[in-house]
């Protein structure tokens, strides 16, 4: 079996996506197998200081297509302001945006269906970004149990829909394809984090301790000069590091 067999078929089909039709049909039935019916999944390229451009799919409803597309509304948005300035994800409600002074702005959103939602960013070399949001009508899943495993499993795809995303709106801009020296370690501690074992499974696995896992793989992210562990186990699948 290859290594992109061994992916869950959801982060396998946005990945095979050859058009922006079916990026975004396979964007929009993820989001909706998180119980999120509203999605947003772009590539932001920063080409200067006053040119930046916008390349995505996203399913908003109607009524609210020019307030979503307004960068002066963005600049106020409060989630947004959070994606553009970390990678960490934003699980964001009402509370969000009264607590930045910017109620209003929820209470115009609500109307369209985004009261609640999740989102993130990946900031990539080049002055390339990608975001990815998730929104619904209602409260967001109880227990910080189910949130955990829906931010993961959005950060998880994030890392694929990334890499289809560049391909499809922006074929031009190309990766370094110079091949990195991955140690035998810190590509054994990528195959164990491909069958999705989280750090201290990967060091039970490994036989190591958890801190020394995350040491290969801090090291195996570092040389393929990606920004994440998911980011580099599909870069090193897609440059043959990983059978």
């Not at 969000?96 to 109620?103: K, L």
Request: glycine content about 6%.
């Amino acid at each position: 079996m290859t290594a992109l067999r061994l992916l869950q078929p959801r982060y396998l089909s946005v990945l095979e996506s050859q058009t922006p039709a079916q990026f975004r049909d396979r964007v929009i039935r993820f989001g909706r197998s998180l119980g999120f019916d509203t999605v947003n999944a772009m590539i932001v390229l920063d080409h200067s200081l006053t040119n930046t451009e916008f390349l995505g799919v996203d399913n908003t409803p109607e009524g609210y297509v020019q307030a979503h597309a307004d960068h002066d509304l963005g600049r106020r948005d409060p989630v947004m302001q959070h994606c553009k300035r970390a990678s960490v994800p934003i699980i964001w409600d009402q509370s969000t945006y009264v607590a930045h002074g910017q109620g209003p702005i929820w209470e115009e959103q609500a109307l369209y269906g985004f009261c609640t939602g999740v989102a993130l960013a990946m900031h990539l070399p080049g002055d390339r970004h990608f975001f990815i949001g998730v929104d619904r009508d209602r409260a967001l899943p109880e227990g910080a149990k189910a949130m955990t495993r829906i931010v993961a499993d959005l950060q998880l795809f994030a890392v694929h829909a990334q890499e289809a995303a560049f391909r499809i709106f922006a074929p031009e801009i190309r990766s370094d394809s110079e091949s990195p020296r991955l140690t035998a370690r810190e590509l054994e501690a990528l195959r164990w984090t491909m069958d999705g074992k989280l750090a201290w499974e990967v060091g039970e696995a490994m036989n190591i301790s958890e801190r020394t896992a995350v040491f290969h793989l801090q090291n195996a992210v570092r040389k393929l000069r990606c920004r994440s562990k998911h980011q580099a186990v599909l870069k090193a699948i897609r440059m043959g590091l990983l059978a």
